[in-house]
């Protein structure tokens, strides 16, 4: 890991401890890109078909497979590095990372056709154990805003639907 991105996820924690005192409730958007692959010359000259986005676009080319591989699995180690600082700190009866909810996703299932189907979402922490951990739950068919909808009222939202209401609502089951 690089210092730069060392440094931002220090931040990143100080920042979720900050905000956590204050509220007790502990939200933090991170975005995490490998500047390696914010543009690459094998995908084209503009923005959509450059960087992260023309690889996605690509993923029937087998060095866009695999330059897309090598992305996540940096992106998982910059997690995994974020994981590991709150884990390591103490707080309450446990750690950060014991009272937080860290999420992982991506915005498509396969990006060369914009599907929706099967997207990953990674869940860590517990967020002072309103969520089950360290296991695989599979929701086939249910719209991602039954997720948003669990993790909003896990955050203390009274909320029945997140987004179109046409996708239904309610929390998705299984996460508790």
Request: aromatic fraction near 6%.
């Amino acid at each position: 890991m690089g210092d730069m991105s060392a440094w931002r996820h220090d931040r990143d924690q100080a920042a979720i401890h900050a905000r956590s005192v204050r509220t007790r409730r502990r939200a933090a958007p991170l975005h995490v890109v490998g500047a390696e692959y914010q543009s690459d010359p094998d995908n084209g000259p503009n923005d959509s078909t450059a960087g992260l986005h023309g690889l996605a676009h690509n993923d029937g080319n087998p060095d866009s497979r695999d330059k897309l591989a090598r992305c996540h699995t940096w992106c998982a180690g910059e997690l995994a590095y974020l994981l590991e600082r709150l884990g390591a700190t103490p707080e309450g009866d446990g750690s950060m990372l014991d009272n937080t909810l860290v999420v992982w996703m991506n915005e498509m299932g396969t990006g060369g056709s914009h599907s929706v189907e099967q997207v990953p979402w990674v869940l860590a922490g517990s967020l002072a154990g309103h969520f089950d951990t360290g296991r695989l739950v599979e929701a086939p068919g249910q719209p991602h805003n039954r997720l948003l909808v669990s993790i909003g009222r896990a955050m203390g939202l009274d909320i029945e639907v997140f987004g179109d209401p046409d996708y239904g609502g309610g929390p998705l089951s299984g996460l508790t």
